[in-house]
Each structure stands twice: as structure tokens, then as C-alpha cells.
């Protein structure tokens, strides 16, 4: 489990990174103050799953430490489960407003280009 959240987390920060270094320049020079605003707010999601990821991270760590009774264990898993659900739904959400988005800018420069 440990190593899978690894492997995702690195995977997240280095999309993020891209579009964190990359995409608001774009959006601010070819897109809508709107479309600029909206990748923002993405932009801030990112911090929030990093903090989730690396929370799981940490719980997962512990439980694997702590020697308890296996009714607690299993009341722990349990809760980290939950919680790496719902990180995986807010990321799922994440990225399809992220494809809203840049269909969005898409169309814009389409039309744009046709314009000009």
C-alpha cells in the first residue's frame, strides 16, 4: 500500500508541476479571465489532494507499525479505506473539471483562429 501511494503520488506531482508551471501562463495569455479563474481554483485543488495523499501516506505507516488488537486494526484500515475513497473521488471530480476546462480553452482558440 505504501509503495502504491508512492507511485501515485509521484505521478500527481508531476502532472501538477506541469500544469502548475505551464498551463496558468496559457490560460492567462489565450484564455478568458474566466478560464484563467477557473484553472486557479484547479490550481488550489492540488495542494489539498497533495495533503490528502500524504495524510494516507502517514496513516498507512502507523497502522502497519502499531501493534494493536485486531479489531482496532481493522477499525483503522477501515477508516483509511474511507478516506483514500473519497481522496480518489475529489480526484476523479478534479480531473474532469480539469477536461471542462480545457475543452473550454480549446474552443475559444478554435473560434479565435477562425476570427483572425
Not at 32 to 41: F, H, N, P, Q, W
Not at 95 to 114: D, H, I, V
Request: hydrophobic share 35%.
Amino acid at each position: 500500500m505504501r509503495n502504491s501511494l508512492k507511485i501515485i503520488e509521484d505521478g500527481i506531482q508531476s502532472h501538477f508541476g506541469r500544469e502548475e508551471n505551464r498551463l496558468l501562463h496559457i490560460f492567462e495569455q489565450h484564455g478568458s479571465e474566466m478560464l484563467a479563474a477557473g484553472l486557479r481554483v484547479l490550481l488550489l485543488e492540488h495542494s489539498e489532494i497533495l495533503g490528502r495523499i500524504s495524510k494516507s501516506k502517514k496513516d498507512v505507516s502507523e497502522l502497519t507499525a502499531e501493534k494493536t488488537s485486531r479489531e482496532i486494526q481493522q477499525a483503522r484500515a477501515w477508516g483509511v479505506r474511507v478516506y483514500i475513497s473519497h481522496t480518489r473521488k475529489l480526484l476523479l471530480a478534479h480531473a474532469q473539471s480539469e477536461q471542462e476546462l480545457f475543452y473550454t480553452l480549446r474552443s475559444e482558440l478554435t473560434k479565435a483562429r477562425k476570427k483572425g
